[in-house]
């Protein structure tokens, strides 16, 4: 059987050394310099507002909805919520991760009651953090609307 023997990066550059040679003369190499503007990042463009871990939570009326919702239906998975606040999976999904980074909200499987099991349901609950802020925010809210 024929062995096919190639060239190594070495023997490549002295047999095409005149060539190489010819092209890195023409090529215009840039140079690098710092960008003239800061980078914009896109929490900026959609309008929302990043979490802090070292900062209070900078919590969004969107998570208080969601938190509200999973106070009064403690039972309800995470679907259910979300459709309950009129979000979609993936935004339900970044809301949900933004309040267990703040310590607002647990998430524990449910074992499912079908009888051949099954997919877990994903459950939130409020921890004693998440209860606080929203009645916090409840109360700033409905002293806001006494005022009007």
């Known amino acids: 059987m024929n062995q096919t023997r190639y060239p190594s990066a070495q ?8 060539e190489l040679g010819k092209i890195r003369a023409q090529t215009v190499y840039a140079e690098y310099a710092e960008p003239a503007t800061a980078p914009i990042h896109y929490r900026s463009v959609v309008g929302e507002k990043g979490m802090a871990a070292n900062q209070s939570a900078n919590l969004l009326a969107d998570h208080f ?3 509200r919702s999973i106070r009064d239906n403690p ?3 995470l679907r259910r919520h979300y459709d309950r606040i009129g979000v979609g999976i993936e935004k339900g999904n970044r809301l949900i991760s933004d309040l267990k980074q703040a ?4 998430v524990r499987p449910l074992p499912s009651a079908a009888p051949k099991g099954g ?6 609950s409020l921890t004693e953090r998440g209860r606080q802020l929203l ?3 409840e109360q700033q ?3 806001k609307s006494n005022e009007a």
């Open 141 to 143: 809210f409905q002293a």
């Open 119 to 124: 997919r877990a349901r994903l459950v939130p």
């Open 135 to 137: 009645c916090a925010y």
């Open 75 to 77: 039972q309800d998975g």
């Open 103 to 106: 310590a607002c909200v647990e």
């Open 65 to 67: 909805r969601l938190m």
């Open 11 to 18: 023997e490549i550059e002295k047999r095409l050394a005149t």
